[in-house]
Nanobody, 123 residues
Framework: QVQLVESGGGLVQAGGSLRLSCAAS????????MGWFRQFPGKEREFVAA????????YVADSVKSRFTISRDSAKNTAYLQMNSLKPEDTAVYYC????????????????WGQGTQVTVSS
């Protein structure tokens, strides 16, 4: 069982930055991948970014690729989503998720989810 705890959400002005963190409660995360998704009110969760933990291979959705970066600290079993140049349309609840093996852009492929953290970008 993997437990994921997110932090770092909050209120920020347009153009600002936030860094979300997701800590995984396992001895080693090398056999997993971690993804970030976001959910707008009344919408399905959409893929944002993912990282294949063991090799550090990342993938970021085209819609945010120029502004968001995913990274990891293996010693802390923690992934980060660095969000720059935030826009009001980035306002959503952000979730981290984990799955065994390589990363996926499909939310149904992930077995474990964090509780979500609210990101609000004011104009």
């Amino acid at each position: 069982q993997v437990q994921l705890v997110e932090s770092g959400g909050g209120l920020v002005q347009a153009g600002g930055s936030l860094r979300l963190s997701c800590a995984a409660s396992v001895r080693t995360f090398n056999s997993y991948s971690m993804g970030w998704f976001r959910q707008f009110p009344g919408k399905e969760r959409e893929f944002v970014a993912a990282i294949f933990w063991r090799l550090g291979i990342t993938y970021v959705a085209d819609s945010v690729k120029s502004r968001f970066t995913i990274s990891r600290d293996s010693a802390k079993n923690t992934a980060y989503l660095q969000m720059n140049s935030l826009k009001p349309e980035d306002t959503a609840v952000y979730y981290c998720a984990a799955r065994s093996g390589t990363y996926s852009m499909t939310r149904g492929d992930y077995d474990y989810w964090g509780q979500g953290t609210q990101v609000t970008v004011s104009s």
